[in-house]
């Protein structure tokens, strides 16, 4: 009777400590090829080098070029404006997608909501600096471009976000709206809208919040703002520019990102 | 009889000032008129550009795999050969810290110390943060590999500790009881309360480092994104829809492999 049993407890079966130690198995080894695949081509006299190379960098940027602010001023306001304007887009854009994909308001199940949800995939697959270098291609290079590509690429991030909002809706106070009689859009309106606007206003602000950040570096493709002047200064090597670039672009991310902090505490 | 209004409109909440809301609304509007005039956009270029624009729409929709298909197969074992090393060794190297710059198991100095790592490293947009890995290592995937490694740390770790600062604190508690050390601490009291969570954020930053490692590949640092990048170059519209519907492609099994494999392991 007593000897079938393990003297001892264990928290797992001895089965599960197999599969879990396949598991770790199966990590190391692909780690192991990936890593054998992945560095077939490197040099690795320059990784060797890199130190050196990271000091050499460093003595050039310091100290970074402060009398090149004013020339930058330009460049950021319309860093700014490409972010913001570019939200304005992808939120104008995303309203209806969302509407089509959340799976208590969209018109048709079978057709529109899969449409809706592939361009929210679609849209967030792609990285806005993707979308900028394809529409520098078409529209030629400047903030243009830059604001179509932020507003695609936000898209399908305020999507996203919002058609779970909507899903997550409270379906008591839809149904007491109903009852009232109301038409379709004044349900839309008076119980639906209502409910998910703090999250809309949330996400909007967030969403400015990362384009503000992604603005900064679409210049890298000649979709205009501060990314421009940091290109050209790389390209002509004038380290000290380069530093006061980014060190502008770190004040900028932090700034907008404690405004975007201060609005969401205040909305939500 | 009283008629009754038939409409009804919920009063200002945060501006309660007339003045204020159209001070506002006009501040705006000046604001709106203003950045809409910096768009030095050029109508005859935007013309001319309609042509290529149509051409791209006809590469994506009749995209094509066979003629660039070594350079594409190429670009994507980069990228996901970069994505897979790097979201292992970011996570490594996240847990440490996102364990240290948790209040409530860290000790102060250790606390702020991490803290600052994971500051420095959100505040670096990846592609910044990669330009300089190509300068100092060379171009490849190699440099991309250490700018999606460092990336991961200041995601993993931010959520992670988090999460450890949000446990259970009874549980905690019971265990520090039984005069367990540090480490049967975090062993016996922390882990099992986090691992669900680490394992899904993991497989969320696997997602978002393939999606980077197409973006990075622009500035030189391998991966499809410089395929990508060549593609668009060379006004190869229909080898460049191709990549991005790849690109799309795995971006959707991997969300809905992740989500599958999150509702398993919970």
Redesign the interface.
């Known amino acids: 009777m007593t000897g079938d049993f393990p003297k001892e407890w264990q928290y797992r079966t001895p089965k599960t400590k197999l599969l879990i130690w396949a598991f770790w198995l199966c ?1 190391v080894a ?2 192991v090829y ?2 054998q ?3 077939e ?3 690795w006299f ?2 060797q080098d ?1 130190p050196k ?2 000091a050499d ?1 460093g003595s050039r940027m310091w100290p970074p070029k402060l009398s090149y602010v004013p020339e930058l001023m330009i460049p950021l ?2 860093t700014l ?1 490409m972010a ?2 570019g939200t304005m887009l992808g939120v104008i854009l995303a309203v209806p997608v969302a509407f089509l994909a959340a799976r208590n308001t969209t018109p048709s199940t079978a057709i529109l909501r899969p449409i809706a949800l592939f361009i929210i ?2 849209s ?4 806005s ?2 979308w900028a ?2 529409l520098v ?4 290079p ?3 471009a830059g ?1 179509i590509a932020i507003g695609f690429r936000s898209v399908g991030f305020v999507g996203k976000l919002l058609y779970e909002a909507i899903e997550e809706t409270d379906v008591t106070q839809i149904e007491a709206i109903r009852a009232t009689g109301a038409s379709p859009t004044q349900v839309l309106n008076y119980a639906i809208v ?1 409910q998910v606007m703090p999250a809309f206003w949330g996400i909007t602000v967030f969403r400015w919040d990362i384009n503000i ?2 603005s ?2 679409l210049g ?2 000649g979709a205009g703002g501060i990314g421009l002047k940091l290109q050209a200064s ?1 390209n002509i090597l004038s380290w000290p520019q380069v530093a006061t670039i ?1 060190l502008l ?2 004040l900028t ?2 700034i907008s990102e404690w405004v975007s902090a201060k609005v969401r505490t ?1 909305l939500i | 009889m009283t008629s009754y209004p038939t409409t009804w409109k919920r009063p200002p909440q945060i501006f309660k000032h007339r003045g204020w809301r159209i001070g506002l609304q006009l501040a705006v509007l000046v604001w709106f008129v203003l950045a809409i005039g910096t768009i030095d956009a050029n109508w005859e270029r935007i013309a001319a550009g309609m042509e290529r624009g149509l051409r791209f729409v006809q590469g994506f929709l009749q995209p094509d795999f066979t003629s660039r298909w070594s350079d594409i197969y190429g670009g994507l074992i980069e990228s996901l050969t970069m994505t897979f090393t790097s979201t292992i060794v970011g996570i490594a190297i996240s847990v440490p810290i996102g364990i240290g710059a948790a209040r409530n198991v860290a000790p102060r100095a250790v606390y702020y110390v991490c803290r600052g790592i994971i500051a420095v490293s959100r505040a670096l947009q990846e592609v910044i943060v990669a330009i300089f890995f190509v300068a100092m290592f060379g171009f490849g995937p190699f440099a991309g590999f250490l700018t999606l490694s460092f990336a991961t740390i200041g995601f993993i770790a931010k959520l992670l500790a988090e999460d450890i600062e949000d446990i259970d604190e009874t549980q905690a508690e019971a265990i520090r009881a039984t005069g367990a050390s540090w480490w049967q601490l975090i062993n016996y009291a922390v882990q099992p309360q986090v691992m669900p969570r680490l394992i899904g954020l993991s497989l969320y930053r696997f997602d978002i480092n393939f999606r980077e490692s197409a973006v990075i590949g622009i500035v030189g640092a391998g991966g499809i994104g410089a395929t990508l990048n060549t593609a668009i170059d060379r006004y190869e519209y229909d080898s460049a829809g191709a990549i991005l519907l790849i690109i799309i492609g795995i971006v959707l099994i991997a969300e809905y492999g992740s989500s599958y494999l999150r509702k398993f392991l919970q």
């Open positions: 990590m692909g780690f990936c890593w695949v992945m560095n081509g490197t040099i320059f990784v890199a190379q990271a960098i306001w319309d404006n913001t304007l995939v679609a967030r697959s792609i990285n600096l993707i270098l394809l291609a078409i529209l030629g400047g903030i243009l604001i209502p950040r992604e900064a570096i890298l493709v790389l980014l672009i770190l991310v932090v205040a």
